[in-house]
């Protein structure tokens, strides 16, 4: 069994956590687990659908691989810690606008995925969109309304 007699301490939507957790288990277990964080969901458990994704230093990263000592004395960012205030973040409340989702369960870590992408690209192309979105798998297919959300949310931001 890993040590975990030193707890963990990661700032996870603004607030600082101090976590006696194994090291080695995944991000994605302790924010759904130990911190009742389930927006960010479990999809293939090897970092390839994108459904895990949250920010790490603002950066995305696949929770469901990344350990979470990877996360100690850093900043984590979940869906959940996107709302500011009550409202939406602009990206949250684009997928909605344009019906970004059908069964929802990718929408998360896209989500996620473009808020990044916008804070690093506030207007991207679509072929920049679609390349960065490439690590995202949405069995319903709204691959479409994806990127027109993402451009909706972009126009939006720069105003």
Do not use: D, W
């Not at 004395?73 to 997928?95: D, K, N």
């Not at 344009?98 to 473009?114: D, L, R, S």
Request: net charge positive.
């Amino acid at each position: 069994m890993a040590e975990t007699a030193r707890p963990i301490v990661i700032r996870v939507n603004g607030t600082e956590r101090s976590l006696g957790v194994e090291r080695s288990r995944s991000l994605l277990s302790v924010l759904r687990t130990e911190l009742g964080l389930t927006g960010t969901k479990y999809g293939c458990g090897s970092g390839e659908c994108g459904a895990c994704t949250v920010l790490l230093q603002g950066q995305p990263v696949r929770a469901c691989t990344t350990p979470v000592s990877h996360a100690e004395g850093r900043s984590v960012t979940t869906i959940e810690g996107l709302v500011r205030e009550g409202q939406l973040h602009p990206v949250q409340q684009a997928f909605l606008e344009v019906q970004a989702f059908h069964c929802g369960y990718c929408t998360p870590g896209m989500i996620m995925e473009a808020v990044a992408l916008l804070r690093k690209n506030p207007n991207p192309t679509e072929l920049t969109i679609r390349e960065e979105m490439a690590g995202h798998l949405c069995r319903c297919g709204t691959y479409g309304r994806v990127i027109r959300a993402i451009q909706s949310a972009a126009a939006k931001m720069r105003k």
